[in-house]
C-alpha cells in the first residue's frame, strides 16, 4: 500500500499561484505512476494531470493545460503540482493518486488539500 499526503493548498486571488506537493511513502516511488485530481464543490471527482513512473510522459485536463504544470523528484518521493493564472472555477479539494506498474486503476489516494480561489 502506498501513504500519500498533500500540502501546499490555500486561498489565493484569481490570477496567482500555488504549488501543491505530495509525498509518497510505502512503495518505490519510481514504479509509480502519479495523477492529480479534484472534486470542486458539489460536483464529482476530476482528472487533473499526470505523469509516467520515470517523468516521459504527462498528460492534462483541458482546463488546465497550459497553467498547471505536473512534475516529480524521485530522489524526494515527490510529485507537485504548479498551478498558475488560478481561476475561481479552479476551487476544489485536490488530491493526489498512485498507480501501481501493470495496474489500470489509481488505488492509493491522498486525503487532499483545499485550493480556493477567489474572484
Known amino acids: 500500500q502506498v501513504q500519500l499526503v498533500e500540502s501546499g493548498g490555500g486561498l489565493v486571488q484569481a490570477g496567482g499561484s500555488l504549488r501543491l506537493s505530495c509525498i509518497a511513502s510505502?512503495?518505490?516511488?519510481?514504479?509509480?505512476?502519479m495523477g492529480w485530481f479534484r472534486r470542486p464543490p458539489e460536483k464529482g471527482r476530476e482528472f487533473v494531470a499526470a505523469m509516467s513512473r520515470v517523468g516521459d510522459s504527462t498528460s492534462y485536463a483541458d482546463s488546465v493545460s497550459g497553467r498547471f504544470t505536473i512534475s516529480r523528484d524521485n530522489a524526494k518521493n515527490t510529485v507537485y503540482l504548479q498551478m498558475n493564472n488560478l481561476k475561481p472555477e479552479d476551487t476544489a479539494v485536490y488530491y493526489c493518486?498512485?498507480?501501481?506498474?501493470?495496474?489500470?486503476?489509481?488505488?492509493?489516494w491522498g486525503q487532499g488539500t483545499q485550493v480556493t480561489v477567489s474572484s
Open positions: 510505502g512503495r518505490a516511488f519510481n514504479y509509480l505512476d
Open positions: 493518486a498512485a498507480r501501481r506498474v501493470g495496474v489500470s486503476v489509481y488505488d492509493s
